[in-house]
């Protein structure tokens, strides 16, 4: 069989899912085109301008209007604006004659299941025989699409169904129709996780596949919650959120953010479509669904739906909750239990739903009545939905961003003990979980040499889940793999000579244990192994360095034991970069300040597409402290040419530093050059993260590493940068643009990375420029001004400007 490849793909229907979609494939480097409907009549602007329905402009308004719609949209839908260069638009009439050459159509049209036949229709006159076609659908039965088409046309349809926002949200569901061949559901499998970064799980077509259906069924069960344990909304977003590992939005915000409408089509579908379903009658929507529905009160995009953003008398910004009883709007209420204090110092998620079960409160009967109604659901869905119970956790959380999904909460409920649960609701789980249980299982996953087991129904054995090998998953190997610990790390051998040192602070967040965790992994890979990398599998890579801690330091006045911290962190750095063995670091999600510092001074970065970094350091009133001043002065050197530009490259880096610059995706930090082109790589999917990391530092240490000398020939421009970059913080003072303190810490920076006052350009080392910025760093710790901001920051959690 020939290698199948993606060069091209035409996408047909632009609205907000077919320009997410189009989005996301341009950003994986996929040539796009966009095809959607010829308007029928002329806008207000047109007529103005003269213009008839046979300008092309017209012609492709609809297209062009709802792309441009999207790229504005926040988050941004695309890693880096240049990628949109890779889409090119068009329309159904003049255009569709170009679906001949392209790889992949994928449809995206209405929800209407003549409309997609109708397209159908159409693309079969011009698709070449071979090229796939698949339907992104949300719950039209895949079987009823392809009827009438012809048998290349079949073989080679399925559904793919995208998660909106198709950039962050990771779930690829894949349903085959009645003919489509085995071959192409095996391809579409392993694109999606390998290119698109998704986690994709080939479902049954049944109404809503999995995602949906398990997910609407949540939502559902919390809606009736509401009414029968008279709990506020507040209440259950607190209780279905965080805590939990749920998203922020938790439940009510979330509908509002994708909207009631939505909800209530993929409601409604299961509804009508699963009349055998045993929770049937939980899907019909409950009356004050219907009042919102008819008062279009659909969430985010009608101004209004479970909460309400308004303006108050005083003029400030506050958000309304809706009262299900009265549905009316009143002031948000504060939402407390004492089973969730009980939670607060257990940091793992997964060790928290034992304690939540047991709750004596409201809570306590909130979650053992959510929990045991989803176990049942769940456990019922095999084989309807799918035959393998791990494809119904994993489309949990990868469609709803659920850090659990339902069996492995029933894991950690213990799996006896939420058949009790369970039992007391008056509910039973399907027979398999007791057969299970009969045939020696305790558990629907176990951990074996590295490698995560599932429950296996048919065979009734605990069996490998397939598609592991390209992944290394740092939980499953932590035990038996460590090398060392203590507070702040776990170092852990990847094999192959290769070590991971893991932080595990609060946050990621690089205090005195993380360095000397750090410090370790290097003298251990140093003596006995090969190489380093620096990763981790939590939310972010780090948040920064432990502020907390350099507040106290400063408050109590001890400036020589704050002066020994910094240089601990800034020498740490160093030996990151000038060490014996390769060191990669792999940064995903937040990755500011000291993890951003510790980013650059790493041999080589793997980052996850998904990389939010940048120094941020001005936030909390101070400069980067732990190498970043000095690297971004060192970063400008190396793009130096002749003449007058060499000011100009500088002042971008410093720029980049004083406004707290942070990249929104991994591409971004290329053109701040906090990443470096030729050197640093990216990795779409954040799973194949640590195992591509290793990759790296193996090749790095089979090509014959050798330990590099410090640098001392950074050419640094002296008085001529440090004239020019005060008169800028001075007329940016005076125009109210930064405030005295912002100007007192920029004008620091500035000194740093002008290397001091020097009276020409001179060559110096990187201790030279190290020494100024721990200087600089101290000094801005003594100021009342930045020990309000640090302060401000540690108990609100976002940045005071003073």
């Known amino acids: 069989m020939s290698k199948r490849r993606i060069k091209k793909i035409a996408i047909i229907g632009s609205g907000i899912m077919g320009s997410g979609i189009a989005c996301h494939f341009a950003n994986i480097g996929i040539d796009v085109l966009l095809l959607d409907i010829v308007p029928r009549e002329l806008n207000a602007k047109e007529k103005a301008k003269g213009l008839t329905l046979e300008d092309k402009v017209v012609r492709n308004r609809l297209v062009n209007e709802a792309l441009a719609a999207s790229l504005k949209s926040k988050p941004s839908p695309i890693y880096h604006q240049s990628f949109k260069n890779r889409i090119t638009t068009g329309n159904l009439e003049d255009d569709i004659a170009k679906v001949a050459n392209v790889d992949w159509i994928m449809e995206v049209v209405v929800e209407r299941l003549d409309i997609k036949q109708q397209v159908f229709e159409k693309l079969e006159k011009y698709r070449t025989p071979g090229t796939l076609i698949t339907s992104n659908t949300s719950g039209i039965p895949i079987k009823f699409m392809s009827e009438g088409r012809s048998e290349d046309f079949q073989r080679h349809f399925c559904g793919t169904h995208f998660f909106n926002p198709a950039r962050y949200l990771k779930l690829f569901e894949i349903i085959p129709g009645p003919k489509t061949d085995p071959s192409v559901l095996e391809f579409l499998n392993g694109y999606g ?14 109404p809503a596949f999995i995602g949906n259906r398990i997910g609407i069924f949540s939502i559902q069960s919390l809606f009736h919650a509401v009414k029968d344990l008279d709990l506020t909304i507040e209440e259950v977003d607190k209780l279905s959120g965080p805590v939990i590992g749920r998203p922020k939005s938790a439940t009510f915000r979330t509908v509002d953010v994708v909207g009631l409408d939505t909800l209530v089509h ?12 045993e929770r049937h009658e939980l899907f019909k929507l409950p009356d004050f ?29 506050e958000i309304l909750s809706l009262d299900l009883n009265t549905l009316e709007y009143r002031e948000k209420k504060r939402a407390k239990f004492a089973t969730l204090e009980l939670t607060k110092s257990i940091d793992k998620v997964v060790d928290r739903f034992k304690v939540l079960v047991k709750g004596k409160d409201k809570a306590g009967e909130f979650y053992r009545k959510s929990f045991a109604a989803l176990f049942a659901y769940v456990s019922n869905r095999i084989p309807e939905i799918t035959d393998d119970l791990y494809k119904i956790d994993d489309a949990m959380k990868a469609g709803f961003g659920w850090e659990h999904g339902p069996f492995q909460i029933w894991d950690a409920i213990g799996v006896e003990a939420a058949i009790e649960i369970m039992k007391a609701e008056g509910l039973e789980p399907a027979a398999w979980v007791n057969d299970m249980l009969a045939s020696g299982s305790s558990s629907f996953y176990t951990i074996k040499d ?9 065979t009734k054995t605990q069996e490998k889940i397939p598609g592991q090998d390209a992944f290394i998953i740092l939980d499953n190997i932590r035990k038996s793999n460590e090398v060392f610990k203590n507070s702040g790390v776990v170092i852990e051998d990847l094999g192959d000579g290769i070590l991971n040192c893991e932080f595990q602070s609060k946050m990621n967040t690089i205090g005195g244990d993380v360095l000397a965790g750090l410090n370790k992994a290097v003298d251990l890979a140093e003596k006995d192994f090969e190489g380093l990398v620096i990763g981790n599998q939590g939310a972010n890579f780090s948040v920064g360095a432990n502020i907390g801690m350099i507040f106290m330091m400063a408050v109590e006045q001890e400036y020589d034991e704050l002066n020994m911290a910094i240089k601990y962190f800034q020498d740490t750095m160093m030996r990151m970069r000038y060490s014996a063995i390769p060191t990669v670091a792999a940064p995903h999600g937040m990755t500011l300040g000291g993890g951003c510092e510790l980013s650059m001074h790493a041999d080589k970065v793997v980052a996850a597409a998904e990389t939010y970094i940048g120094l941020v350091e001005f936030g909390v009133g101070v400069i980067p402290g732990g190498g970043g001043s000095k690297e971004m002065a060192l970063r400008a050197q190396d793009l130096f040419h002749k003449g007058d530009v060499q000011l100009n490259v500088l002042q971008e880096h410093f720029l980049t530093v004083g406004m707290a610059k942070v990249a929104t995706s991994a591409y971004e930090a290329f053109d701040m050059n906090v990443l470096q082109k030729g050197k640093d790589v ?28 410090m640098r001392n020939d950074i050419l640094v421009l002296g008085k001529q940068a440090l004239g020019a970059f005060m008169v800028g913080t001075d007329s940016m003072h005076a125009s109210r643009y930064i405030s005295e303190h912002d100007q007192k810490i920029a004008n620091k920076l500035a000194y740093v990375m002008a290397g001091g006052d020097l009276s020409e350009p001179t060559r110096v080392s990187e201790q030279y420029l190290l020494d100024l910025e721990r200087e600089a760093f101290l000094s801005l710790c003594t100021e009342r001004k930045t020990l309000e901001r640090i302060q401000h920051m540690l108990t609100k959690g976002k940045p005071l400007r003073n």
């Not at 590295?450 to 048919?458: D, E, F, L, M, R």
């Open 266 to 277: 993929v409601a409604n579908g299961i509804y009508d479509n699963c009349p055998d379903d």
């Open 193 to 206: 996780e390998q290119f698109l970064g998704k986690t994709s799980v080939i479902a049954k077509d049944t």
């Open 450 to 458: 590295g490698a995560t087991y599932a429950y296996n129904i048919p």
């Open 289 to 317: 669904i219907n009042t919102m529905m008819e008062n279009k009160w659909l969430g985010s995009k009608t101004k209004q739906g479970f909460y309400k953003k308004t303006v108050n008398a005083e003029g400030k910004k």
């Open 682 to 709: 990216i990795v779409v999917n954040k799973d194949r993260q640590i195992a591509e990391a290793k990759k790296h530092a193996l090749l790095m240490a089979e090509a014959g590493y050798s330990q590099k000398p």
